[in-house]
């Protein structure tokens, strides 16, 4: 594909993944209260991830640290993760299959956040285009073929869901979804923090709502107020690439009706017999 792209087990990663750490990921030694934030890249992990660090501010600050994803780095990646003190929470891309069994071993927290596939390609394709860590996109044409083939950073979009949704009883996982949370956020953050027993008043709940709107987080990184070290994508230090539009439905300006039909096809015949699909809405 390009020199910013190597495949391992089968899946497209940036060369920002090194295939050492990725081979020694299954060495990876978890704690029992580490919490993994799972997405497919461009379903509102930065949001989500916003949400935790202000439900964790406003009930136990400094206790927590959300880390970079684990599958981005070099061979000296584990040990950083290593050397963090507090509770860890760690974002990660990866497909269930390539999670390292420790975490599976001790049935740890995931929260696994799910947007539709269309808004998720448009905002991948866009992600691209911005992005210099990523290759040149030559038109959303291209790039749609690219999605629904899999071809993309983190491989396919429904092989993530299935793969998640298959093992779900394995690890203790909760499924959010963003366009649920675009539609009632406070009842989304009070799933969050029951999921993880932590007691919110509606006051701190409509507090945290506040501090996560798109308007928000994104005046926040235009201002430079966001802090720097929270960034949970390391594919780009520009932050100002991570919040485009933030609403649903935007696929509707880029999909021809061919396109559409496509996708639709192909989602009926790989989800249908999935119980997450259930709730996803494309409007
Ligand atoms: P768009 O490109 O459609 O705007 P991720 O964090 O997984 O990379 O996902 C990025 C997508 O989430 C972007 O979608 C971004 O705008 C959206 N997003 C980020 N913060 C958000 C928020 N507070 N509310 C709604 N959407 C948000």
Same mark, same amino acid.
Request: with cysteine; aromatic share 10%.
């Given at each position: 594909?390009s020199?910013?792209i190597?495949?391992?087990?089968?899946?497209?990663?940036?060369?920002k993944?090194?295939?050492t750490?990725?081979?020694s990921l299954?060495?990876?030694?978890?704690?029992?209260d580490d919490?993994?934030?799972?997405?497919y890249?461009k379903? #509102?992990?930065?949001?989500?991830?916003?949400?935790?660090?202000?439900?964790?501010?406003?009930?136990?600050?400094?206790k927590?640290s959300i880390?970079?994803?684990?599958?981005? #780095?070099?061979?000296g990646k584990l040990?950083?993760?290593?050397?963090?003190?507090?509770?860890r929470i760690i974002?990660?891309?990866?497909?269930y299959d390539m999670?390292p069994s420790?975490?599976?071993d001790?049935?740890?927290?995931? !929260?696994y956040? !799910?947007?539709?596939?269309?808004d998720?390609a448009v905002?991948?394709?866009?992600?691209y285009?911005d992005?210099?860590?990523?290759?040149?996109?030559?038109?959303w044409?291209a790039f749609? $073929?690219m999605?629904?083939? #899999?071809?993309?950073v983190c491989g396919s979009?429904?092989?993530? !869901?299935?793969g998640w949704?298959?093992?779900r009883?394995?690890?203790s996982?909760?499924?959010l979804y963003y366009?649920a949370m675009?539609k009632?956020?406070p009842?989304s953050?009070?799933?969050i923090?029951?999921?993880l #027993?932590?007691?919110?008043?509606?006051?701190?709940?409509?507090e945290?709502?506040k501090?996560?709107?798109?308007g928000?987080?994104?005046?926040?990184?235009e201002?430079?107020n966001?802090?720097?070290?929270?960034t949970?994508?390391a594919l780009?230090?520009n932050?100002k690439?991570?919040f485009r539009?933030g609403?649903?439905?935007?696929?509707k300006q880029?999909?021809?009706p061919?396109q $559409?039909?496509?996708?639709d096809e192909?989602y009926k015949a790989k989800?249908d017999s999935?119980?997450?699909?259930?709730?996803i809405?494309?409007e």
């Amino acid at each position: 594909q390009s020199d910013l792209i190597h495949i391992f087990n089968g899946v497209p990663f940036t060369t920002k993944s090194s295939a050492t750490l990725l081979r020694s990921l299954n060495n990876f030694q978890a704690r029992d209260d580490d919490l993994l934030l799972v997405s497919y890249p461009k379903s #509102g992990t930065h949001w989500l991830a916003e949400i935790l660090r202000q439900l964790y501010n406003t009930k136990a600050p400094n206790k927590v640290s959300i880390t970079s994803p684990i599958e981005f #780095g070099d061979v000296g990646k584990l040990e950083e993760l290593k050397s963090i003190a507090g509770r860890r929470i760690i974002p990660t891309h990866l497909s269930y299959d390539m999670i390292p069994s420790d975490f599976k071993d001790r049935k740890c927290k995931a !929260i696994y956040i !799910i947007r539709n596939p269309k808004d998720t390609a448009v905002s991948l394709f866009h992600y691209y285009k911005d992005n210099p860590n990523l290759p040149t996109i030559e038109s959303w044409h291209a790039f749609y $073929n690219m999605f629904l083939n #899999g071809q993309v950073v983190c491989g396919s979009w429904f092989e993530h !869901i299935l793969g998640w949704e298959e093992h779900r009883n394995e690890m203790s996982t909760l499924f959010l979804y963003y366009e649920a949370m675009k539609k009632d956020l406070p009842k989304s953050v009070r799933k969050i923090s029951s999921f993880l #027993g932590i007691n919110l008043s509606d006051n701190e709940i409509s507090e945290i709502c506040k501090k996560t709107s798109f308007g928000e987080m994104k005046t926040n990184v235009e201002r430079e107020n966001s802090d720097p070290n929270s960034t949970v994508c390391a594919l780009t230090t520009n932050k100002k690439l991570i919040f485009r539009k933030g609403t649903v439905g935007d696929w509707k300006q880029y999909f021809t009706p061919k396109q $559409n039909r496509l996708l639709d096809e192909e989602y009926k015949a790989k989800m249908d017999s999935s119980c997450l699909a259930k709730s996803i809405v494309y409007e």
